[in-house]
């Protein structure tokens, strides 16, 4: 069974830097890329930024300039986000695709923690 680890968030003042991380975890072989995703109550989640481990990394147009997204090792990402604003308060989720030992490819998601940014 694969779990993703997410840690970092909390409540930050406007203007702040906040940095989340990912750690997977389980019998895991290879993994192609990892997601972080964000959502407001009422709102679809949102794909805020991917980096594929090829090195390839995006970001949605709401974020990009302020937040960057580095491989920390082969089964962890780290989202930085600086400049933060209210409209970034959301529910952040780590999703990540998968090939595990011996399985096909498959993904997973994180529990998803709380981002607050005050203003």
């Known amino acids: 069974q694969v779990q993703l680890l997410e840690s970092g968030g909390g409540l930050v003042q406007a203007g702040g830097s906040l940095d989340l991380s990912c750690a997977a975890s389980?019998?895991?072989?290879?993994?192609?890329?990892m997601d972080w995703y964000r959502q407001v109550p009422g709102k679809e989640r949102e794909l805020v930024a991917s980096i594929y481990f090829g090195g390839y990394t995006s970001f949605a147009d709401s974020v990009r300039g302020r937040f960057t997204i580095h491989r920390d090792h082969a089964k962890m990402v780290t989202l930085q986000m600086r400049s933060l604003q209210p409209e970034d308060t959301a529910v952040y989720y780590c999703?990540?695709?998968?090939?595990?030992?011996?399985?096909?490819?498959?993904?997973?998601w994180g529990k998803g923690m709380q981002v607050t940014v005050s203003s």
């Open positions: 389980g019998r895991i072989f290879s993994i192609s890329s």
């Open positions: 999703y990540a695709k998968i090939t595990q030992v011996g399985r096909p490819l498959t993904s997973a």
